[in-house]
Nanobody, 119 residues
Framework: QVQLVESGGGLVQAGGSLKLSCAAS????????MAWFRQAPGKERDFVAH????????YYADSVKGRFTISRDNAKNTAYLQMNSLKPEDTAVYYC????????????WGQGTQVTVSS
């Protein structure tokens, strides 16, 4: 049973930084990508960034490009999201997700971690 557990959320002032972690357990073999999504109050869940598990190729939403960096440590079965130059509009619950090779929709989701950016 694969489980994803996020950590690292919190309250930060605008312009500050936070680093989120997503630890995977229960077997990451066959993971194609890991990703971060976010959901602000009253809004739909939006894609933030993804990284391929083997090659490390990355892709970002335009809203975070140049400010956020996704990375992974295969040995630790952990993905990260370094968030710099945070803005109040980045306030949301951040979720990590994983999709197995050959699948399109994300198979596994974490419980989410709150990020609040004050102005």
């Amino acid at each position: 049973q694969v489980q994803l557990v996020e950590s690292g959320g919190g309250l930060v002032q605008a312009g500050g930084s936070l680093k989120l972690s997503c630890a995977a357990s229960g077997g990451t073999s066959g993971f194609g990508r890991m990703a971060w999504f976010r959901q602000a109050p009253g809004k739909e869940r939006d894609f933030v960034a993804h990284i391929t598990w083997s090659g490390g190729a990355t892709y970002y939403a335009d809203s975070v490009k140049g400010r956020f960096t996704i990375s992974r440590d295969n040995a630790k079965n952990t993905a990260y999201l370094q968030m710099n130059s945070l803005k109040p509009e980045d306030t949301a619950v951040y979720y990590c997700a994983a999709v197995r090779i050959g699948y399109i929709n994300y198979n596994y989701w974490g419980q989410g971690t709150q990020v609040t950016v004050s102005s």
